[in-house]
């Protein structure tokens, strides 16, 4: 039977590494939903059972200086913000200029919520982009309670990752 390898010093990106272990693991009955780093559970992506209706808490905690970063958040169904526009993906950047903490009402069709890190990067010819999921983005999850979690996540471009580069926490109230 496979066992999961410890990849913080194979020399693969985090991205890279998830790549090799859904080739060992070629069962997704079977594969781990999180490769190892330094003996920690790392994700590229979380889905979180939630309620079927709700309100989302989420605040950031801290975010490295000079780094663009943020998450998204996905559901089947809708976030909704104001003026009553709904929006099934819900992407927020860490920025001074607005509070820390956002509330949203929410409907999930299937209990279940999508969430990952996001970063902007500079390309060589100067373009910024918006990304996801590349080189050494992934995070670790602090779970607090059933409702509450704390990520800490890194961004692409760091080599080698820094987990603490965001933090930001997840809350969940139900709704009746």
Same mark, same amino acid.
């Given at each position: 039977?496979?066992?999961?390898?410890?990849?913080?010093?194979?020399?693969?990106?985090?991205?890279?590494?998830?790549?090799?272990?859904?080739?060992?693991?070629?069962?997704?009955?079977?594969?781990?939903?999180?490769?190892?780093?330094n003996?920690?559970?790392?994700?590229?992506?979380?889905?979180?059972?939630?309620?079927?209706?709700?309100?989302?808490?989420? %605040?950031? *905690?801290?975010? !490295?200086? $000079?780094?663009?970063? =943020? @998450?998204?958040?996905? #559901?089947?169904?809708?976030? +909704?913000?104001?003026?009553?526009?709904?929006?099934?993906?819900?992407?927020?950047?860490k920025?001074?200029?607005?509070?820390?903490?956002?509330?949203?009402p929410f409907?999930?069709?299937?209990g279940?919520?999508?969430?990952?890190?996001?970063?902007?990067?500079?390309?060589?010819?100067? %373009?910024? *982009?918006e990304? !996801?999921? $590349?080189?050494?983005? =992934? @995070?670790?999850?602090? #779970?607090?309670?059933?409702? +509450?979690?704390i990520?800490?996540?890194?961004?692409?471009?760091?080599d080698p990752?820094?987990?603490?580069?965001?933090?930001?926490?997840?809350?969940?109230f139900p709704?009746i």
């Amino acid at each position: 039977m496979n066992e999961q390898i410890d990849y913080a010093d194979s020399g693969l990106k985090i991205n890279c590494a998830v790549q090799h272990q859904m080739l060992r693991f070629p069962d997704k009955s079977l594969r781990p939903d999180h490769i190892l780093w330094n003996g920690r559970a790392v994700k590229i992506y979380d889905w979180v059972d939630v309620p079927r209706t709700g309100i989302v808490r989420f %605040e950031f *905690i801290s975010a !490295k200086e $000079g780094i663009a970063q =943020g @998450f998204d958040a996905k #559901l089947d169904g809708w976030f +909704e913000l104001e003026k009553m526009e709904r929006v099934p993906l819900l992407r927020t950047w860490k920025d001074d200029r607005y509070e820390d903490a956002v509330e949203y009402p929410f409907v999930s069709r299937d209990g279940k919520m999508g969430i990952w890190n996001i970063y902007k990067e500079t390309l060589p010819n100067g %373009e910024v *982009i918006e990304d !996801k999921l $590349g080189g050494n983005s =992934g @995070f670790w999850v602090e #779970l607090i309670s059933k409702y +509450e979690r704390i990520y800490h996540c890194s961004p692409a471009m760091l080599d080698p990752p820094d987990f603490e580069a965001l933090v930001f926490k997840l809350s969940i109230f139900p709704t009746i």
